[in-house]
């Protein structure tokens, strides 16, 4: 089983740029595909983008290329966020998540590793 703790929300303005990390712990961690849903209240939670475990070109919602870039460190079982430009939109709490693979994380969220969530709030 694979525990996730994500760290770094937190209140910026728009514009802004923020990171959060995720820091996976259990057996097979570094062997997963990793990756970010954010959720707003009254929505539901959506998908921001997620990581192979080998690492490669991540895969990101629309609303967030050029903007968010995910990264991961098999050694420290480490995977961050960094999102820029940061607009009231992008509010949300922000959960690290761990499957199979990309596809898996992205189709069938539900069967996957969960963290607790950070909230990350964006004022105008």
């Known amino acids: 089983q694979v525990q996730l703790e994500e760290s770094g929300g937190g209140l910026v303005q728009a514009g802004d740029s923020l990171t959060l990390s995720c820091v996976a712990s259990?057996?097979?961690?570094?062997?997963?595909?990793m990756g970010w849903f954010r959720q707003t209240p009254g929505k539901e939670r959506e998908f921001v983008g997620a990581i192979g475990w080998q690492g490669g070109s991540p895969l990101y919602r629309d609303s967030v290329k050029g903007r968010f870039t995910i990264s991961r460190d098999n050694a420290k079982n480490t995977m961050t966020l960094q999102m820029t430009n940061l607009r009231p939109e992008d509010t949300g709490v922000y959960y690290c998540a761990g499957q199979a693979s990309v596809q898996a994380l992205r189709l069938y969220p539900a069967t996957a590793y969960w963290g607790r969530g950070t909230l990350v709030t964006v004022s105008s």
């Open positions: 259990g057996r097979t961690a570094s062997r997963s595909a």
